[in-house]
Nanobody, 122 residues
């Protein structure tokens, strides 16, 4: 499956932003989807994941209550709605896909998008 992330940009602390990740090439509903991020000088880290049915989600503690992952089957797209953004949320955000159960481990994801940059000014 091919993944194309978009929606990044420069925002102020406290603002909201929605990232999108369009999937193509395979059956979207066959894949668990995840969002990861990597800030300069840091390792890539897990942000959120959603199961194939869209029923179950799981978040990193650092974003819980502020970020929401969702998916639209008509558009084969997964979203990451981000609210109350903080400077520490600034990173390159990646979407990823995997078959099998939900996972927070990036090594278990088979397909990756190119990343979209989120910059948060204080």
């Amino acid at each position: 499956v091919q993944l194309q992330a978009s929606g990044g940009g420069l925002v102020r602390a406290g603002d909201s932003l929605r990232l999108s990740c369009a999937a193509s090439g395979r059956t979207f509903s066959d894949y668990v989807m995840g969002w990861f991020r990597q800030a300069p000088g840091n390792e890539r880290e897990f942000v959120a994941t959603i199961d194939r049915s869209g029923t179950n989600t799981y978040y990193a503690d650092s974003v819980k209550g502020r970020f929401t992952i969702s998916r639209n089957y008509a558009k084969d797209t997964v979203y990451l709605q981000m609210h109350a953004l903080k400077p520490e949320d600034a990173a390159l955000y990646y979407c990823a896909a995997r078959r099998g159960p939900m996972s927070v481990e990036q090594s278990t994801y088979e397909f990756w998008g190119q990343g979209t940059l989120v910059t948060v000014s204080s």
